[in-house]
Nanobody, 131 residues
Framework: QVQLVESGGGLVQAGGSLRLSCAASGRTFSTYAVGWFRQAPGKEREFVSGISWSGGNTYYADSVKGRFTISRDNAKNTVYMQMNSLKPDDTAVYYC????????????????????????WGQGTQVTVSS
């Protein structure tokens, strides 16, 4: 079992920055691949970024490449997503999710973007970017 808690969301003006954190319970977090997803009202949930258990593989949706950076500190059982140059279209509830490395191929982007691959989800944190 692993519990995930997102934090760091809030209201920010366009062009601003936020850093989201996903804190997990237990050392077992280090064995999980982690993804960030977001969902805006009336829209489908979409993949944002992903990171392998070692941090050696990262993936990003085209819409956030160059602006968002995912990282992890396994010693702290925490995954981060730095978000810069935020746009109103980034407004959404952001969720972190964890999946066993055995079910998420760290070399397969398609595994990271598929929500069904993730066994655990956080409660979400709201990010609102004003114009």
């Amino acid at each position: 079992q692993v519990q995930l808690v997102e934090s760091g969301g809030g209201l920010v003006q366009a062009g601003g920055s936020l850093r989201l954190s996903c804190a997990a319970s237990g050392r077992t977090f280090s064995t999980y691949a982690v993804g960030w997803f977001r969902q805006a009202p009336g829209k489908e949930r979409e993949f944002v970024s992903g990171i392998s258990w070692s941090g050696g593989n990262t993936y990003y949706a085209d819409s956030v490449k160059g602006r968002f950076t995912i990282s992890r500190d396994n010693a702290k059982n925490t995954v981060y997503m730095q978000m810069n140059s935020l746009k109103p279209d980034d407004t959404a509830v952001y969720y972190c999710a964890a999946g066993l490395a055995g079910t998420i191929n760290i070399r397969n982007y398609r595994d990271y973007v598929n929500p069904i691959r993730y066994a655990y989800w956080g409660q979400g944190t709201q990010v609102t970017v004003s114009s």
